[in-house]
């Protein structure tokens, strides 16, 4: 039998906050195991025809989030892929029931201070923009780490570089799937 197959048979979402890799490290898993990848806010993004920035700052929050919902909706009956969502998402009660009932969750964890770091090098983060990232970041962890603890999987990732994480998720993967290691 194909050893990847029992990791590859579900949807596996991608959950945590802003700049802990779910992207990056999406992206390396897909390839990994031989999925499609799907990134939620690029997928809003082209559906809204703008930027994440332009919708907030034309459209508001709130229709971002409905966008966000309904993609995610539309995204989790596709066959099995790679999901990266957007920070936000998981907080939706409707979208986290969506991802429990249909992919294998999980949490991509990191330090404030390294997700901080890590987002200065893009400006494209409305929650962010001329707000101290640190701050923001922290109310943000306080708020979201409960309800993303409902995640299936807790990846932690430290500072490590992606290609660690990435092992490490592959792990979680087949020890939470009680598969054999790929
Ligand atoms: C958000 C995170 C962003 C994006 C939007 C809102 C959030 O995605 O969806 O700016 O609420 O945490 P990333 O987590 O991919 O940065």
Do not use: C
Not at 65 to 82: K, Q, S
Not at 90 to 117: G, P
């Amino acid at each position: 039998m194909d050893p990847l197959s029992p990791l590859r048979a579900r949807t596996i979402t991608l959950v945590g906050l802003m700049g802990v890799g779910k992207t990056s490290v999406g992206k390396r898993l897909a390839v990994a195991l031989d999925l499609p990848f799907r990134d939620a806010d690029n997928e809003v993004e082209t559906a809204a025809g703008r930027s994440i920035p332009d919708i907030f700052a034309d459209l508001g929050e709130a229709a971002f989030r409905e966008g966000e919902r309904r993609v995610i909706a539309r995204l989790l009956d596709e066959p099995p892929h790679v999901l990266a969502t957007g920070g936000g998402a998981f907080m939706n009660a409707e979208t986290r029931a969506l991802i429990k009932s249909k992919s294998v969750s999980i949490w991509l964890r990191a330090d404030v201070e390294v997700l901080a770091r890590r987002v200065a090098r893009k400006d494209n983060r409305p929650l962010l923009t001329g707000k101290d990232p640190v701050s923001v970041l922290r109310d943000l962890a306080e708020a979201r780490y409960p309800i993303y603890a409902e995640a299936d999987i807790l990846v932690d990732s430290g500072d490590a570089p992606h290609h660690v994480t990435l092992d490490n998720v592959i792990k979680a993967l087949a020890a939470y799937l009680e598969a054999p290691l790929p």
